[in-house]
């Protein structure tokens, strides 16, 4: 399974009451796809998967896979601190159609290197579906050293590809290197897209391209066919942006974003809070800029 250049790690609407916008997040699933996602990832972190209840989670998954229709990879998160939780989410993401799962590293608990090991190649022992590990040692508490990952890439046949946001280019570099030929590195970082690709990744596992999702592809286009300074031009426009849907804790910003395009996406649960009048000012400037600068790079598009 080829998840391509460029996933999704999709938000959850909810409405005023706190329950999941469904007719919402089809129109997401929709505007993704048409604006060059390659692959869609349910309940992952963007997802606020940690305010979802399990039937909540095993409902979106159902439900992206239903909507989705084929038309692009879905992938699961699946993953906990929990192996024995993760096994039984990852069974039920099988069931309902998913075409990949993801498993983040065990949090909290903060397992040694053997035990995520060996909680990794448990989960992927259980399931035919390819498997994604995603290392972000910055909510976690706990990176996935380098020579954990090249030792899993070449022991377990189904796990596939890393989502890479520990932010290290040289651990990233050192994975790319030694691992089993067949397995993909993505950045989990939007600003270190074009980076990773020019040492060798895969491409990212994204946030940004809920809303710039078609100037992403362009970057990666460019840099595919040897246009790198149209590929550094972009990336250094959506630089700023990218830092402005971090510049709060995620999913509030890009949420916010998402309403600038005509979602009703702003509601996140607690504690996850809505921006403030001033925050989303200091992203609207950015915003404001980031389009004046797109303008010129989307021409080269079109000429």
């Not at 129109?27 to 039937?55: F, K, Q, W, Y």
């Not at 974003?257 to 992203?283: I, N, S, W």
Request: glycine share 8%; aromatic share 6%.
């Amino acid at each position: 399974m080829d998840f391509g250049r460029i996933g999704t790690a999709m938000i959850t609407p909810f409405k005023k009451d706190g329950t999941i916008n469904y007719p919402e997040l089809e129109r997401i699933i929709n505007h993704l796809i048409d604006n060059g996602t390659d692959a869609i990832v349910a309940c992952g972190t963007t997802s606020e998967n940690p305010t979802m209840s399990t039937e909540e989670k095993i409902e979106v998954v159902r439900f992206t896979v239903e909507k989705v229709a084929g038309r692009v990879p879905v992938i699961a998160g699946t993953g906990d601190n929990e192996t024995a939780y993760s096994i039984a989410m990852t069974h039920k993401a099988e069931e309902n159609g998913a075409d990949g799962i993801m498993l983040v590293t065990p949090y909290y608990n903060k397992p040694n290197q053997r035990g995520m090991y060996a909680h990794f190649e448990t989960i992927a022992k259980e399931t035919s579906l390819p498997v994604m590990l995603y290392n972000v040692p910055g909510r976690t508490g706990a990176n996935i050293l380098a020579e954990t990952t090249i030792k899993i890439s070449r022991d377990v046949e189904n796990i596939t590809c890393i989502k890479e946001a520990s932010g290290n280019l040289d651990q990233m570099g050192d994975i790319i290197e030694n691992v089993a030929s067949d397995f993909y590195v993505y950045s989990g970082d939007d600003g270190l897209t074009l980076p990773l690709l020019a040492i060798g990744g895969r491409g990212i596992i994204s946030v940004a391209s809920h809303v710039v999702g078609k100037d992403m592809q362009q970057m990666v286009r460019a840099f595919e066919e040897g246009r790198h300074q149209e590929a550094a031009q972009i990336h250094r426009a959506l630089l700023p942006l990218v830092r402005a849907l971090f510049a709060q804790p995620n999913p509030s910003p890009v949420k916010y974003a998402m309403t600038k395009l005509g979602f009703d996406t702003l509601d996140v649960r607690m504690p996850m809070m809505e921006m403030l009048p001033e925050e989303k000012q200091a992203f609207d400037n950015i915003w404001d800029t980031y389009q004046a600068k797109a303008e010129k790079f989307r021409a080269l598009q079109n000429s």
